[in-house]
């Protein structure tokens, strides 16, 4: 049986992957692809996603253009580690296949209503501009979701644009805030568990030897990798977004626990904070998974198979 997700995405090198992985994997059936503003501007968004559903030979995905901005907030994208498009790294013509005319937010929601109850899993790779203001349009559709798997976050590892945060809930903490109250369930795949999935060397050769979609996976793992070298010193970069398609096809690479996460909206300081009970020090009820370990090597395996095929 074949799983139904949405991918709300910002791409982003690591999102383009997380495409690409779940375009090569029978066990998920993408209804559709919704685009929201993130690591760069809407209309970049909109045609990175096009862009990579071409490279998977996958057009009649459809793609929608969502929310241009976050909540309450001017945008904040991330240029200096993705490059002025987004996919710097692999030079790709630019997309034939049209953009949708439905808003990225009419689709979550009339999905969501037309499908069964618990039939579609929604998997944000961005800021959850989109799946808020849906939400808060339609607010019976959070009891429709069979679960919200989102890459953002983080506890140990605190924060990649601020000192508290990172940047998918930085950019918009108010839908940040309302997603995590929605009551759906969610998983979180936070800083502390995408760390580990590092691009080494050996990795990144293995993509080149993947066929036509792995080099072009080789060139933007190479490209955006030197930020995080340069910035933590590692071995490689860390392939975040990927990890929410893995833990739908292979949960038991991943390991965490039920906690409550809150985000702090209000503090200058600690704006977009996930602030995560990972130890029940509160009396707060549990509202994720919290992803906090992985198997890298089960996930590298995983990932480079699957982009063989495409």
């Given at each position: 049986m074949t799983q139904k997700i949405i991918i709300d995405t910002d791409p982003g090198q690591d999102d383009a992957v997380a495409i690409l992985l779940a375009l090569a994997s029978p066990e998920l059936d993408v209804l559709g692809i919704t685009a929201v503003a993130g690591n760069v501007p809407l209309d970049l968004t909109?045609?990175?996603?096009?862009?990579?559903?071409?490279?998977?030979?996958?057009?009649d995905v459809p793609v929608f253009a969502g929310c241009d901005r976050p909540m309450a907030r001017d945008l904040v994208t991330a240029e200096h580690v993705h490059g002025k498009t987004g996919l710097d790294g692999t030079d790709l013509p630019d997309p034939a296949m049209p953009l949708q005319d439905r808003h990225a937010v009419d689709f979550i929601i009339d999905t969501l209503r037309t499908e069964a109850p618990g039939a579609v899993t929604l998997c944000p790779l961005g800021p959850l501009?989109?799946?808020?203001?849906?939400?808060?349009?339609?607010?019976?559709?959070?009891?429709?979701?069979?679960?919200?798997?989102?890459?953002?976050?983080a506890y140990f590892e605190v924060g990649n644009i601020t000192p508290a945060a990172e940047f998918n809930i930085y950019v918009d903490p108010e839908a940040a805030r309302d997603v995590f109250a929605c009551g759906a369930p969610i998983t979180v795949l936070p800083l502390d568990c995408t760390h580990k999935a590092l691009t080494t060397r050996a990795r990144n050769d293995a993509f080149r030897a993947a066929g036509r979609v792995g080099q072009a996976v080789a060139g933007w793992t190479g490209f955006f990798e030197r930020f995080d070298m340069e910035k933590y010193g590692s071995e490689g970069a860390p392939l975040h977004d990927p990890c929410v398609i893995a833990w739908l096809l292979r949960p038991d690479l991943f390991d965490g626990r039920e906690v409550n996460v809150e985000i702090e909206v209000d503090s200058p300081l600690t704006r977009g904070m996930t602030v995560a009970d990972w130890w029940g020090v509160t009396d707060r009820t549990p509202n994720a998974l919290f992803i906090g370990d992985m198997d890298a090597d089960g996930f590298f395996d995983l990932l480079t198979a699957r982009l063989t095929r495409l």
């Open positions: 909109a045609r990175n996603a096009r862009v990579v559903c071409e490279l998977a030979g996958r057009p501009t989109n799946v808020a203001t849906a939400l808060s349009r339609a607010p019976d559709i959070a009891d429709r979701i069979a679960r919200i798997v989102m890459m953002g976050g």
